[in-house]
């Protein structure tokens, strides 16, 4: 204890040689209590950091739907071979994710002249914050999902395949493009194109994203959080 105190006399007289101030507990709570609205800032970041720090076994468990949505997704191989697959599972993603902010999605529907086939079409039926957003700054009624199994990363082919399917008289603006990988350059300037020229908003889902919607569903959060943070940064970074 002796031995205790002397470093602790010793660190303080160093300090102030240094001209630094040292604050213990005791002076640190005195402090906050003068300033109640600090103090609730402080524990908020306390309990933060706290979250952070807890082990991966004490985080909150994905239900039984979640485990199972992730399990098939990360055994499905990509390719071509396994396209039908691939669309089945992320239709029944969306589902899961969405409903019943989304409808009922219309699968594999075709245009009225029989040419075009889109992969899932899926009504926005809400009127939560970031559905009522999308449908004024795209003036959609629904959302396209296009599905991409591709071992490669999708290109700007894949995004003027969907771009095809969002026609500004059918109310149809915006698009998930969803595909294994992140997509490559060609596909984001693909992308920006849409929006810059023809109002077109398109958002990509690799496998990464869609795990993330699964998780937030199932931890009870907001599934539209990670379609907002890519819209966040698709806009903070667009430039003429």
Not at 42 to 56: E, G, K, N, W, Y
Not at 101 to 112: D, F, K
Not at 213 to 229: C, F, H, M, Q, W
């Amino acid at each position: 204890m002796t031995r205790m105190k002397t470093a602790r006399r010793t660190a303080l007289s160093s300090a102030q040689r240094e001209g630094i101030s040292v604050w213990d507990s005791r002076h640190l709570n005195e402090l906050l209590s003068r300033h109640p609205e600090i103090d609730r800032d402080f524990q908020v970041l306390l309990d933060a950091h706290t979250t952070a720090r807890r082990p991966i076994e004490q985080q909150l468990a994905l239900d039984q739907r979640a485990q199972e949505l992730i399990s098939r997704l990360e055994v499905l191989r990509p390719g071509r071979e396994n396209f039908r697959e691939f669309e089945d599972l992320c239709v029944e993603i969306l589902n899961y994710v969405f409903i019943p902010h989304l409808g009922i999605p219309s699968v594999q529907s075709r245009s009225e002249d029989c040419l075009d086939v889109r992969d899932a079409v899926l009504p926005i039926a809400s009127d939560h914050t970031f559905w009522q957003e999308i449908k004024q700054i795209c003036s959609t009624r629904s959302m396209i999902a296009e599905f991409k199994n591709y071992s490669e990363r999708i290109r700007q082919r894949e995004v003027e395949s969907i771009q095809q399917y969002l026609y500004a008289k059918a109310r149809r603006m915006f698009g998930v493009l969803c595909s294994r990988s992140q997509p490559s350059q060609s596909a984001v300037l693909a992308r920006r194109r849409a929006w810059i020229e023809a109002d077109k908003l398109i958002l990509f889902l690799s496998d990464d994203e869609i795990k993330d919607l699964i998780r937030a569903k199932s931890y009870g959060e907001n599934p539209t959080d990670v379609l907002d943070a890519q819209l966040k940064e698709f806009f903070l970074r667009l430039a003429p």
